[in-house]
């Protein structure tokens, strides 16, 4: 499979591509912070005063104040008790299963679980590890494979990469509830984004904080770098005693930390990113539903459009070309047949954009 496009990013919601400006759909900063004035500034103010590198894993001489004080604040804006940074979103998976695995006895995967859910679960005995496709298969292999006193912990997305669609956490936690099971929530794609003000997937569908470990990345709606795992009071001790991931990894560098704090102070000062990037999304979904698209009722703000046909996923290509959309088309493994277009809004958008990206879909769906 060959590397994408070379891209530079100009502008917050542009690239440039072999010398042509095109409008961006793509990626995963749904607030535009990574390029967002006050949020470089925190970054280059910190790069002056602290460096770049913190010079070694958390346990020797590579903790800091800065991360400290993000560990707080993360907390603090999800609702949980603890936290605790790692140096990656895909990490943050292995060093959550780490830090748990041993309180749960049985442990079942969802299949649209992202590959940073897969990787660590790979690593349990094979015997232990079971899939599942919804929450009536889950009911089902939870009664067939739970042996008695065993505690089941459900992996899972929030937010599933690839469509936006919410997956249905509250029919997994009361499947495990009277179980003392809990679920591991990979809301990477959920924070800073769902959820009234912006706590992910689990407060978009009133999970209680009891029921999940809630694990993610500061890339996405924060815009910036880094991974996180949040939960009850303990969570932290547990990480620090059982994850190799965590131990053995330098952590994010200041000024990464520095960014990813600025970024996090601005949507807990402007609710209104958050509130208009839902409204935004919720009617763009009316309209592509109006086009004919399946209709998904999610306020995470990405799109799949894909035609299941190479010929048509083409013709869709060339007006997004002609109209200066980049066209973010995407066929690796697990795709839908033929490939599909991975759209993502942002906060950062303009109305314009937004209908120039809708009346392109319009126009290969009339042809």
């Known amino acids: 499979m060959p590397l994408a496009p070379e891209l530079r990013f100009v502008d917050r919601t ?58 707080r604040k993360t907390a603090e804006f999800l609702g949980r008790e603890e936290a605790a940074c790692c140096s990656g979103g895909y990490l943050s998976n292995t060093v959550a299963l780490e830090a748990v695995r041993e309180d749960f006895q049985r442990f079942f995967i969802s299949a649209t679980a992202h590959a940073s859910v897969v990787t660590p679960a790979e690593a349990l005995p094979r015997e232990r590890l079971h899939p599942f496709k919804d929450p009536e298969d889950l009911a089902r292999e939870l009664k067939r494979r739970l042996r008695p006193g065993e505690k089941p912990l459900v992996l899972t997305d929030g937010v599933v990469s690839g469509s936006g669609v919410i997956p249905p956490l509250a029919a997994y936690w009361e499947a495990v509830r009277e179980l003392d099971g809990k679920l591991l929530v990979d809301d990477s794609h959920g924070l800073g984004v769902v959820g009234p003000t912006g706590r992910g997937s689990t407060e978009e569908t009133g999970l209680p904080p009891r029921a999940f470990i809630l694990s993610g ?30 131990v053995g990894a330098t952590p994010m560098p200041p000024p990464v ?27 763009m979904r009316e309209r592509m539903a109006a086009l004919g698209f399946p209709a998904i009722a999610s306020p995470a703000p990405i799109f799949s459009v894909t035609y299941g046909d190479e010929a048509r996923n083409r013709r869709l290509g060339g007006i997004l070309e002609r109209d200066g959309i980049f066209p973010t088309f995407i066929n690796y493994p697990g795709c839908p047949p033929g490939g599909h277009f991975r759209f993502t809004l942002s906060s950062a958008h303009t109305d314009e954009e937004v209908e120039r990206l809708i009346r392109a879909i319009a126009a290969s769906r009339a042809q």
């Open 257 to 283: 930390t520095a960014a990813v704090l600025r970024g996090m102070e601005i949507l807990r000062s402007h609710p209104e990113l958050i509130a208009g990037l839902r409204i935004r999304t919720l009617r």
């Open 217 to 246: 990345t500061y890339s996405k709606g924060f815009g910036v770098f880094g991974g996180l795992v949040a939960g009850d009071r303990g969570l932290l001790e547990k990480v620090i005693r059982r994850s190799r991931a965590f």
């Open 14 to 71: 542009k690239v440039v591509r072999d010398g042509k400006t095109y409008v961006f759909f793509g990626g995963t900063d749904y607030h535009r912070m990574g390029s967002h004035p006050e949020v470089l500034r925190a970054f280059q103010e910190a790069a002056a005063t602290e460096g770049l590198d913190c010079a070694g894993s958390r346990l020797t001489t590579g903790n800091y104040a800065l991360l400290v004080q993000l560990e």
